[in-house]
């Protein structure tokens, strides 16, 4: 079955960077559309960013164009978020999202 599972979140300065990566199995890694979504406590799900099969398209949320960078490595089914310029207010828990299905997630906090 499909199975997402984030890692590299943590307490980050505001100004600082944090790259989250998202192993991915039980699918065909290349094919799919991926996206990470976010979420405070409290609040809906937010979507962050997507990224076509080939890794040729993103597209991204107006409160992170500049920031946030995604990626992915179809060699190594991987999917990744370098983000830079944290704010406070981007802490939340980042997920790895195919579709509906999404990972535990990962805790980003942005604190001084």
């Known amino acids: 079955q499909v199975q997402l599972v984030e890692s590299g979140g943590g307490l980050v300065q505001p100004g600082g960077s944090l790259k989250l990566s998202c192993a991915a199995s039980?699918?065909?890694?290349?094919?799919?559309?991926l996206a990470w979504f976010r979420q405070v406590p409290g609040k809906e799900l937010e979507w962050v960013a997507n990224?076509?099969?080939?890794?040729?398209?993103?597209t991204y949320a107006d409160f992170v164009k500049g920031r946030f960078t995604i990626s992915r490595d179809n060699a190594k089914n991987t999917l990744h978020l370098q983000m830079t310029n944290l704010k406070p207010e981007d802490t939340a828990v980042y997920y790895c999202?195919?579709?509906?299905?999404r990972g535990p997630g990962t805790q980003v906090t942005v604190s001084s």
């Open positions: 990224i076509n099969g080939p890794g040729t398209r993103t």
């Open positions: 999202t195919k579709g509906p299905t």
């Open positions: 039980g699918f065909t890694f290349s094919n799919v559309v």
